[in-house]
């Protein structure tokens, strides 16, 4: 049997076809975005009854003009000298956002660490060991996985490192 090239993937983001393909556990939660909230993030932790340091933003910087992914808790921010030292970098800013859209796929809000149009160095932030599942974007506003931060490290080859602040 052939495999489903992603668009064939019936109301599969590329982060959940990732996710299938590799066999990966996790579970789906989705809820109504509300455009005018401020904060993405906060909004998935409320909307999902889930605690801010279980909910991860998905962030593009820039380390040494290199994309970079940083998955820090939307409790709090991302530290990005402690990002650029994490990647061997010496500074660290956040990405164009259109870049960042252009490079992953994905739009703003909706950015997921998985299933990336270009594969981006990823970090994730060590607070998420603390957890037995974390919640991370599955590529859309108002959709969201939650898996092992084993099994999103693994996935996105992910560096684990003190990266947030809060």
């Not at 904060?39 to 970079?68: H, N």
């Not at 870049?99 to 299933?115: D, H, K, N, Q, W």
């Amino acid at each position: 049997m052939a495999k489903k090239s992603r668009k064939q993937q019936p109301g599969g983001t590329p982060a959940t076809v990732a996710l299938t393909t590799a066999g990966t556990a996790f579970t789906v939660h989705s809820y109504d975005h509300d455009p005018a909230s401020a904060s993405y993030g906060e909004e998935a932790a409320q909307a999902l009854g889930v605690s801010p340091d279980r909910v991860f933003k998905t962030l593009v910087a820039e380390v040494d003009g290199e994309l970079v992914v940083a998955v820090v808790p939307v409790a709090g921010s991302l530290d990005l000298k402690a990002l650029a030292s994490a990647v061997g970098g010496k500074r660290a800013t956040m990405a164009d956002p259109a870049a960042a859209e252009r490079t992953t796929g994905y739009v703003r809000g909706g950015i997921s660490p998985l299933g990336q149009r270009k594969r981006l160095r990823t970090v994730l932030d060590a607070s998420a060991g603390a957890h037995a599942t974390i919640c991370v974007s599955a590529g859309r506003r108002g959709l969201e996985v939650e898996l092992s931060p084993e099994d999103l490290t693994a996935l996105t080859t992910a560096t684990v490192a003190p990266i947030g602040r809060t």
